[in-house]
């Protein structure tokens, strides 16, 4: 029998080209709601792991139909924890690799802070095999790895490996970002402001707002409180209405209300922007950092509506009051219109 | 247990020797002669006589990959952990260009036998030597390896590739190697000339015959080979056109005992040269 299998080796004995250098591929990539990932292998493996024939496997449609055998390989021999515990990978898409003779697998897990484990070579009893092992966070690659038989582990600390600078910059500007491409917030400060008023009481009124919203923001992104954005919504768009509404009766004498519209309301804001914010890619290991430059650059953005209206209006006010109350008037039945619509939109729609 | 997986150890034994002796380590850019402008890729290939596997780039194993041009850069800070592209340029103007990389060290174990065939293959006589002397380790021959890989790519600013770029191993050639058809190089082992060491040559035509890619080529024998002198220097006939690798190897008893019993470093250049008229 020795004798049998050791012609047969000689048999097999391949040319130097066939597959010498054996190395395989693990990336994940990190920062989003979910980690993403994409693992690739040389035919010649995945054929000898899978019992399946490993010219066949560069082709797409027997591929296609093998494709449960060929994710199963992939599975079992992926071997990345979170936490301790293997990450539960689902397969997204099996594809060959143009030009190469790879078979590539993207995967989705859920999202972990805890540190990931990868363990490899991923065909760890061929002696020779590598596995190229990257760890992508936000697009910036923070693991080069080659796991072999004399390196068989690499950790990558999801906490450790965040730059604060990179969130903090990253997020003020999905802060500032959000209050310029939703024009709900855009009408909502500039219906606060229509009625003008002293720098005392604008300030007043741009607080409360702040205030209200920073509270509902924390409160939603640490989980405390999370109403469902079908009714979060709707009711953004109601404030508008509301603060349309509150100019639009305003007489001469009566009392402000707008700083207590603008915290109450504020607060239903806050739960629109924590929405933003996790569909953003909350970095766990820098949720502090996050949500404050977040909630930074939401002001950075009402600071910027708010100075350049402000003065605006003040000069209007200062140049004819007449004219004054006929912008407030109809600034006020435009923004009535408008959360009237984004509000029935909402409602409708979601 | 499935057929295959009772086969797989075998063709396995059959293999990784093969491996093991596909060793060779050379830079290969897409053109030798690019025009000011063209982007310029670099892959790392592995195998012998020109016939081999490309090795994707591996950013842990990576101590130093420069380019000499106009000025020297970094290229291990634009290059990506698994790339089977190690490096892309965009050259700036027509005169030559080198790229240097140098590994850390890799290990590998061979049978006895096989080791003894690949040491006198490689011309490792003292090596073999003293695995020969009576009390000195029989067994397997466990051994940790660098590379150590230039490529000169175009002509012209001969110093660029003249002057040492400081690898633990290199060849240095004494001229332009794209210029000269009768090349004085010199090998320097930690800046000092390496006496004795074997260099060979392989050639191949870069047009019409030879297949791009290094995986169908024909594995070719070296055309020349030939020991360097008490100044660590040798001269190569290298006047056929073509693509050229210079390469030489040393080897000596690890200073890591626990991790092989040897080391070696593997030093290679290429680059090509027009038809002599």
Redesign the interface.
């Known amino acids: 029998m020795k004798r049998a299998l050791v012609l047969l080796a000689l048999l097999l004995a391949r040319p130097a080209s066939a597959h010498d250098q054996p190395y395989s591929y693990l990336d994940l990539r990190l920062g989003g709601a979910a980690i993403e990932g994409r693992v690739a292998a040389h035919v010649i493996d995945l054929a000898h792991e899978s019992g399946l024939d490993a010219d066949s496997l560069r082709d797409a449609g027997y591929l296609a139909r093998e494709h449960g055998r060929v994710e199963g390989v992939f599975l079992r021999l992926m071997d990345v924890t979170a936490g301790g515990r293997r990450i539960r990978a689902r397969p997204l898409r099996l594809e060959p690799v143009p030009d190469r003779k790879l078979v590539a697998m993207d995967f989705t897990a859920p999202a972990s802070s805890s540190p990931i484990v990868a363990r490899g070579p991923l065909f760890g009893y061929d002696p020779a095999h590598e596995t190229y092992f990257n760890v992508f966070v936000d697009g910036k690659i923070r693991v080069q790895d080659l796991l072999t038989v004399d390196h068989r582990l690499s950790v990558y600390d999801v906490a450790a490996g965040v730059s604060i600078p990179a969130v903090v910059s990253r997020f003020l500007v999905e802060g500032v970002k959000h209050i310029f491409q939703g024009p709900d917030h855009i009408a909502f400060v500039v219906g606060l402001l229509l009625l003008g008023g002293g720098l005392r009481r604008l300030l007043k009124i741009v607080t409360a707002f702040t205030a209200a919203h920073s509270i509902s923001l924390a409160a939603a992104t640490l989980g405390l409180l999370q109403p469902p954005s079908r009714l979060v919504e709707p009711a953004i768009a109601l404030s508008i209405v509301c603060i349309g509404i509150e100019n639009l009766r305003h007489r001469p004498g009566m009392r402000d209300r707008r700083a207590l519209l603008a915290f109450c309301f504020g607060l239903v804001h806050g739960f629109g922007f924590a929405s933003v914010l996790r569909e953003t890619g909350l970095p766990s290991g820098a949720l502090g950092w996050s949500l404050a430059s977040f909630n930074l650059g939401v002001e950075m953005g009402q600071a910027a509506i708010v100075l350049s209206l402000a003065p605006a209006l003040a000069w209007v006010r200062s140049a004819s009051a007449r004219a004054s109350w006929r912008v407030a008037f109809a600034g006020s039945w435009v923004i009535v219109c408008a959360g009237g619509y984004w509000f029935a939109e909402r409602l409708l729609v979601r | 247990m499935?057929p295959?997986r009772l086969?797989?150890?075998?063709?396995?034994?059959?293999?990784?020797p093969?491996?093991a002796?596909?060793h060779e380590f050379w830079l290969s850019p897409s053109t030798y002669r690019p025009a000011a402008g063209e982007v310029v890729s670099v892959s790392m290939i592995?195998?012998?006589g020109f016939?081999?596997?490309?090795?994707?780039y591996?950013?842990?194993?990576t101590v130093r990959f420069v380019m000499r041009g106009a000025r020297e850069s970094d290229m291990s800070a634009l290059s990506?952990?698994?790339d089977?592209v190690s490096a892309r340029f965009r050259v700036a103007g027509g005169d030559g260009q080198l790229l240097a990389y140098e590994s850390n060290f890799?290990?590998i174990e061979l049978g006895a036998h096989d080791f003894d065939a690949y040491l006198k293959l490689e011309g490792l006589d003292e090596v073999l030597a003293a695995r020969a002397r009576p009390g000195a380790a029989e067994g397997p021959g466990r051994e940790r390896y660098a590379r150590c890989p230039k490529t000169w790519i175009g002509s012209g600013q001969a110093e660029r590739a003249t002057a040492p770029v400081g690898l633990t191993m290199e060849i240095v050639p004494l001229a332009d190697p794209a210029a000269v058809a009768s090349l004085p190089v010199r090998v320097l082992f930690h800046g000092q000339p390496l006496v004795g060491a074997l260099v060979r040559a392989w050639n191949r035509p870069l047009a019409g015959v030879s297949p791009v890619d290094?995986?169908?080529r024909d594995?070719l024998g070296p055309l020349v080979q030939v020991r360097t002198d008490v100044h660590g220097e040798a001269r190569l006939a290298v006047g056929r056109a073509g693509e050229w690798m210079v390469s030489a190897v040393h080897m000596e008893p690890s200073t890591d005992p626990a991790a092989a019993d040897w080391q070696s470093w593997w030093a290679s250049l290429t680059f090509a040269r027009v038809a002599e008229r």
Do not use: D, F, Q, Y
């Open positions: 499935r295959i086969l797989v150890p075998i063709v396995m034994l059959c293999v990784v093969g491996s002796r596909a592995v195998g012998t016939r081999g596997e490309v090795k994707p591996a950013a842990p194993r990506t952990n698994g089977p890799a290990s290094p995986a169908a594995s």
